[in-house]
């Protein structure tokens, strides 16, 4: 079991720069797949980035130059660098985790979920 709390969220100017972070709890926070996940307003939740337990790292193409995701095994801490940011990437970001590699741009594959963190880029 994995508790997940994340932090960071804001408000900012478009061209800012955010981070957040994702806090774990419980046991085996580094053989576990992590992943970032957002949702915007009327939208449904979209993959954003993900991490496997050794560190390779995939994301969606819009993010792709801007954001990057890593992890701390030893702090039990998943990042998120947001870097130029634009207001489309206005939303509530999640982090997420699962011990499978496979599928993991699909939601409903992860087996544990933070609360959420609000990012609003807005001049």
């Known amino acids: 079991q994995l508790q997940l709390v994340e932090s960071g969220g804001g408000l900012v100017q478009p061209g800012d720069s955010l981070t957040l972070s994702c806090a774990a709890s419980?046991?085996?926070?580094?053989?576990?797949?992590m992943a970032w996940f957002r949702q915007a307003p009327g939208k449904a939740r979209e993959f954003v980035a993900h991490i496997t337990s050794r560190g390779a790292t995939d994301s969606q193409d819009s993010v792709k130059g801007r954001f990057a995701i890593s992890r701390d095994n030893a702090k039990n801490t998943l990042y998120l660098q947001m870097n130029s940011l634009k207001p489309e990437d206005t939303a509530v970001y999640y982090c997420?985790?699962?011990?499978?590699?496979?599928?993991?741009?699909?939601?409903?594959?992860?087996?544990?979920w933070g609360q959420g963190t609000q990012v609003t880029v807005s001049s």
């Open positions: 419980g046991r085996g926070f580094n053989v576990y797949a």
């Open positions: 997420a985790a699962k011990k499978s590699n496979s599928w993991y741009r699909l939601i409903d594959t992860y087996d544990f």
